[in-house]
């Protein structure tokens, strides 16, 4: 399979009163054609402001993209023009966010937010993009689509409002689609039907996604690949499957283990000691190390470089690098 | 009047931090606008007057406003039913034809005043930095001048380069206007600096959309229930200013009748204790007028209140 986007060392900054707050480290990864990919970590890791650093929706003065590339086709997206990233967003790239309820305009009808993309990339008038809007809605499994086309979002319920975003969002038929933990705010019956509305739509189009969640349950049923961020890194990468039966990086184990089986009984779940550390107080070291297990003398020193394992993984500790033998 | 629309405004905007949806809003509208019988009356008052006005005068005998020296300052007869004046014109025929400009004046102001505010105000909430910096420290210049004398000053100098009776109408328009877009530019602001916040606008960055489309399809309808309530007290207070400045001769000049130059009559001693039906007609209009435009205004502000509405 081809690559359709590769992040390559991509560092997004802030700028705040207290000092620079580095929220994506360098971190590099790719998706390819047809792929989803599941970014997971605790909240603050940076899974978002990648996300936002791909669309080109960092915003002086505070935020800035230190450094990198994203390659998009041919094209570095922080390189190209901003009317051409306006081009590409909505069109080649698109995006849905957590809220549902608060993503769509409340005084515009549903099918006319379903149509704007539509006249804007592909051109079509407005009765086409009209038909074509009444198409998606029924695509994404909504009955009486006209009904649904001529009514405000504060008629409809949130799960509902989540595939109408999706619907906009595959409206042009975006080689990529980034959803920011889509389904975070639904309950739990509703997400199954918006991750099958996603899963759906996916395997008519061939697109990618670009899955962010802290939800390991989405990961395991969505994901072909996975990256595990913390503090802004990457801190393990690899298919879904290998990385869920052999975690390698204490992190990844640790979010494991905190995780409900069913039909094991257990009278508290396991949860990673500690804290996500202040994202001011980085130092040169390995950013989990004060609350790893094994932690070891060199953790607290040096930074642990991403490491490819034998099955294709890649691992950023110390445990699995032998120069920490060395030492 | 100012300063209480300003305060009224600023309560919509902070109540109604999440609007509904415009179309089904405007159906609930009406319907709640039905049960507040106070804000219908005022409606249908406006309503009447307007077709008084515009239609009155075409079945008037006296609507060419000739001057009759044989029928000068008659008191209200069978034939004339608010006397005459001191050309031997018919007094109700020019209250109407007077109202005619009157309530022109007003709405083509306020329409003019709101197309400028809101254009403003959408420009400088949503790109901020140096042009709002321009545009605000314009309308703070605006508004640290009281409009009155500001408005005097200005119907002076329109005399002192004698511009044509015909022309001063339109400049009494743009003039009210200039007056009244600052505190509509405020307002519209305010509201963009906290709609430009909100996620669905991100999700408009999302959809690759144009600044334009973003300014006029998405942000706009959100400001318009803010808009109306603005613009229909705005009316009734362009109307006192004109009527203002054509009471003390400043606005539009006789023999273009309006309510203010008409009143201008109660100035004679003479006119003002012997021939009440001169001065106290245009009185009543403008008083009645503006007294139901500020109810009906009143009650669509209610509406558009969620607050105002749970707490009664």
Same mark, same amino acid.
């Given at each position: 399979?081809n690559?359709?986007?590769?992040?390559?060392?991509?560092?997004?900054?802030?700028?705040?009163?207290?000092?620079?707050?580095?929220?994506?480290?360098?971190?590099?990864?790719?998706?390819?054609?047809?792929?989803?990919?599941?970014?997971v970590?605790?909240?603050?890791?940076?899974?978002?402001?990648?996300?936002?650093?791909?669309?080109?929706?960092?915003?002086?003065?505070?935020?800035?993209?230190?450094?990198?590339?994203i390659?998009?086709?041919?094209?570095?997206?922080?390189?190209?023009?901003?009317?051409?990233?306006?081009?590409?967003?909505?069109?080649?790239?698109?995006?849905i966010?957590?809220?549902?309820?608060?993503?769509?305009n409340?005084?515009?009808?549903?099918?006319k937010?379903?149509?704007?993309?539509?006249?804007?990339?592909?051109?079509?008038?407005?009765?086409?993009?009209?038909?074509r809007?009444?198409?998606l809605?029924?695509?994404?499994?909504i009955?009486?689509?006209?009904?649904?086309?001529?009514?405000?979002p504060?008629?409809?319920s949130?799960?509902?409002?989540?595939?109408?975003?999706?619907?906009?969002?595959?409206?042009?038929?975006?080689k990529?689609?980034?959803?920011?933990?889509?389904?975070?705010?639904?309950?739990?019956?509703?997400?199954?039907?918006?991750?099958?509305?996603?899963r759906?739509?996916?395997?008519?189009?061939?697109?990618?996604?670009?899955?962010?969640?802290?939800?390991?349950?989405?990961v395991?049923?969505?994901?072909?690949?996975?990256?595990?961020?913390?503090?802004?890194?990457i801190?393990?990468?690899?298919?879904?499957?290998?990385?869920?039966?052999?975690?390698?990086?204490?992190?990844?184990?640790?979010?494991?283990?905190?995780?409900?089986?069913?039909g094991?009984?257990?009278?508290?779940?396991?949860?990673?000691?500690?804290?996500?550390?202040?994202?001011?107080?980085?130092?040169?070291?390995?950013?989990?190390?004060?609350?790893?297990?094994?932690?070891?003398?060199?953790?607290?020193?040096?930074?642990?470089?991403?490491?490819?394992?034998?099955?294709?993984?890649?691992?950023?500790c110390?445990?699995?690098?032998?120069?920490a033998?060395?030492? | 009047?100012?300063?209480?629309?300003?305060?009224?405004?600023?309560?919509?905007?902070?109540?109604?931090?999440a609007?509904?949806?415009?179309?089904?809003?405007?159906?609930?509208?009406?319907?709640?606008?039905?049960?507040?019988?106070?804000?219908?009356?005022?409606?249908?008052?406006?309503?009447?007057?307007?077709l008084?006005?515009?239609i009155?005068?075409?079945?008037?005998?006296?609507?060419?406003?000739?001057?009759?020296?044989?029928?000068?300052?008659?008191?209200?007869?069978?034939?004339?039913w608010?006397?005459t004046?001191?050309?031997?014109?018919d007094?109700?025929?020019?209250?109407?034809?007077? !109202?005619r400009? #009157?309530?022109?004046?007003?709405?083509?102001?306020?329409? $003019?005043? +709101?197309? /400028?505010?809101? %254009? =403003? !105000?959408?420009? #400088?909430?949503?790109?901020?930095?140096?042009?709002?910096? $321009?545009? +605000?420290? /314009?309308?703070? %210049? =605006?508004?640290?001048?009281?409009?009155?004398?500001l408005?005097?000053?200005?119907?002076a100098? +329109?005399?002192?380069?004698?511009?044509?009776?015909?022309?001063?109408?339109?400049?009494?328009?743009?003039?009210?206007?200039?007056?009244?877009?600052?505190?509509?530019?405020?307002?519209?602001?305010?509201?963009?600096?906290?709609l430009?916040?909100?996620?669905?606008?991100?999700?408009?960055?999302?959809?690759?959309?144009?600044?334009?489309?973003?300014?006029?399809?998405?942000?706009?309808?959100?400001?318009?229930?803010?808009?109306?309530?603005?613009?229909?007290?705005?009316?009734?207070g362009?109307?006192l200013?004109?009527?203002?400045?054509?009471?003390f001769?400043?606005?539009?000049?006789?023999?273009?009748?309006?309510?203010?130059?008409?009143?201008?009559?109660?100035?004679?001693?003479?006119?003002?204790?012997?021939?009440?039906?001169?001065?106290?007609?245009?009185?009543?209009?403008?008083?009645?007028?503006?007294i139901?435009?500020?109810?009906?205004?009143?009650?669509?502000?209610?509406?558009?209140?969620?607050?105002?509405?749970?707490?009664?």
């Amino acid at each position: 399979m081809n690559s359709l986007i590769e992040i390559n060392h991509l560092s997004t900054h802030f700028q705040t009163g207290d000092g620079t707050i580095k929220a994506v480290d360098d971190i590099s990864f790719r998706i390819r054609e047809g792929e989803t990919v599941c970014i997971v970590g605790e909240s603050g890791c940076g899974k978002s402001i990648t996300a936002m650093s791909i669309m080109g929706l960092i915003e002086g003065p505070h935020g800035k993209i230190a450094g990198g590339q994203i390659r998009f086709g041919d094209k570095d997206l922080l390189k190209i023009s901003k009317e051409e990233m306006r081009r590409i967003r909505g069109n080649e790239i698109s995006m849905i966010f957590q809220e549902p309820m608060s993503s769509l305009n409340p005084v515009i009808t549903i099918g006319k937010q379903i149509m704007e993309p539509l006249m804007l990339h592909q051109q079509m008038t407005k009765k086409q993009a009209y038909a074509r809007a009444i198409e998606l809605i029924e695509l994404v499994g909504i009955p009486r689509a006209e009904q649904i086309a001529n009514s405000y979002p504060h008629q409809l319920s949130g799960g509902m409002l989540q595939r109408i975003m999706i619907a906009i969002a595959i409206s042009c038929g975006p080689k990529l689609l980034i959803a920011d933990e889509p389904t975070t705010a639904l309950d739990v019956t509703i997400q199954a039907q918006v991750l099958e509305t996603l899963r759906k739509s996916k395997e008519q189009s061939n697109m990618s996604i670009m899955l962010i969640t802290h939800d390991l349950g989405v990961v395991a049923e969505m994901a072909d690949y996975v990256i595990v961020m913390y503090a802004g890194k990457i801190v393990e990468e690899g298919d879904v499957v290998e990385l869920f039966e052999r975690p390698k990086h204490p992190y990844t184990q640790g979010l494991l283990k905190s995780k409900p089986i069913i039909g094991q009984r257990k009278d508290q779940l396991y949860s990673i000691p500690g804290q996500v550390p202040n994202p001011l107080e980085l130092t040169e070291s390995c950013y989990f190390h004060d609350r790893c297990e094994n932690c070891m003398t060199i953790c607290q020193t040096r930074q642990p470089r991403l490491m490819k394992m034998d099955n294709g993984q890649r691992v950023a500790c110390w445990l699995y690098d032998e120069e920490a033998q060395h030492e | 009047m100012q300063l209480s629309i300003t305060t009224t405004v600023n309560k919509i905007s902070k109540a109604r931090s999440a609007p509904e949806a415009s179309t089904s809003l405007f159906r609930q509208s009406i319907r709640q606008l039905r049960k507040n019988k106070l804000a219908v009356a005022g409606f249908v008052f406006i309503l009447f007057m307007f077709l008084i006005c515009f239609i009155g005068p075409l079945f008037s005998p006296y609507a060419d406003g000739k001057i009759n020296p044989a029928q000068m300052h008659q008191p209200p007869s069978a034939e004339h039913w608010l006397g005459t004046d001191l050309l031997g014109r018919d007094v109700l025929t020019r209250l109407l034809q007077a !109202g005619r400009i #009157s309530l022109t004046v007003g709405l083509a102001s306020m329409a $003019l005043s +709101m197309t /400028i505010g809101t %254009l =403003l !105000g959408i420009t #400088s909430g949503y790109y901020r930095g140096f042009i709002d910096q $321009l545009i +605000m420290r /314009i309308a703070d %210049l =605006l508004f640290t001048i009281p409009s009155l004398p500001l408005l005097f000053i200005m119907g002076a100098l +329109m005399s002192e380069w004698k511009v044509p009776t015909d022309y001063r109408l339109y400049i009494v328009m743009i003039m009210l206007s200039l007056i009244g877009w600052p505190g509509v530019a405020r307002l519209v602001r305010s509201q963009m600096l906290t709609l430009r916040e909100r996620e669905y606008m991100l999700a408009a960055d999302v959809l690759g959309l144009r600044d334009r489309r973003k300014l006029f399809g998405h942000l706009l309808p959100n400001v318009f229930p803010l808009l109306i309530v603005i613009g229909t007290l705005s009316t009734g207070g362009a109307i006192l200013s004109e009527s203002v400045l054509s009471f003390f001769g400043l606005g539009v000049m006789p023999p273009t009748p309006t309510w203010g130059n008409m009143i201008d009559a109660a100035n004679n001693v003479i006119d003002f204790e012997k021939r009440p039906w001169l001065w106290i007609p245009p009185g009543l209009a403008i008083f009645l007028t503006v007294i139901a435009i500020n109810i009906f205004g009143d009650g669509l502000r209610d509406i558009l209140d969620p607050k105002q509405n749970t707490s009664r």
